[in-house]
C-alpha cells in the first residue's frame, strides 16, 4: 500500500504558475500508474492527468490540455504537475492518486494523497 503526499498548492494570481508534488512511500511507486484529479466546492472529484508507469504515456482532461503536464520521478518515488496559465476555473483541491490501470476513472484509482489546495484569484 502506497502512501501520497501531495505539496505546492497556494494562491496565485490569473496567469500564473504553480507546480505541484506528490511524494510517495511505502510501495513499489514504479509498479502504480499514477494520476492527478481535482474537487472544486460542490464538485465531484475530477480527473485532471495520468502518467504511465515509466512515464513515457501521460493523458490530460481537455480543459488542462496545452497548460498543464505531468512528469515523474521514479528513483525520487515523486510525481508532478507543471501547472500554467492558470484561470480562476481552476480552483480546486488537487489530489494525487495511485493505481493499477490505465484510466482516468476516480473509482479505479486504489490509493490517495489528502490533497493540495490551489487557488486561483481574478
Known amino acids: 500500500q502506497v502512501q501520497l503526499v501531495e505539496s505546492g498548492g497556494g494562491l496565485v494570481q490569473a496567469g500564473g504558475s504553480l507546480r505541484l508534488s506528490c511524494a510517495a512511500s511505502?510501495?513499489?511507486?514504479?509498479?502504480?500508474?499514477m494520476g492527478w484529479f481535482r474537487q472544486a466546492p460542490g464538485e465531484e472529484r475530477e480527473f485532471v492527468a495520468a502518467?504511465?508507469?515509466?512515464?513515457?504515456?501521460?493523458t490530460y482532461a481537455a480543459s488542462v490540455k496545452g497548460r498543464f503536464t505531468v512528469s515523474r520521478d521514479n528513483d525520487n518515488n515523486a510525481m508532478y504537475l507543471q501547472m500554467g496559465n492558470l484561470s480562476p476555473e481552476d480552483t480546486a483541491v488537487y489530489y494525487c492518486?495511485?493505481?493499477?490501470?490505465?484510466?482516468?476513472?476516480?473509482?479505479?484509482?486504489?490509493?490517495w494523497g489528502q490533497g493540495t489546495q490551489v487557488t486561483v484569484s481574478s
Open positions: 492518486a495511485a493505481g493499477f490501470s490505465w484510466t482516468t476513472r476516480v473509482a479505479s484509482y486504489d490509493n
Open positions: 502518467i504511465s508507469r515509466n512515464g513515457r504515456l501521460t
Open positions: 511505502g510501495g513499489t511507486f514504479s509498479n502504480y500508474v
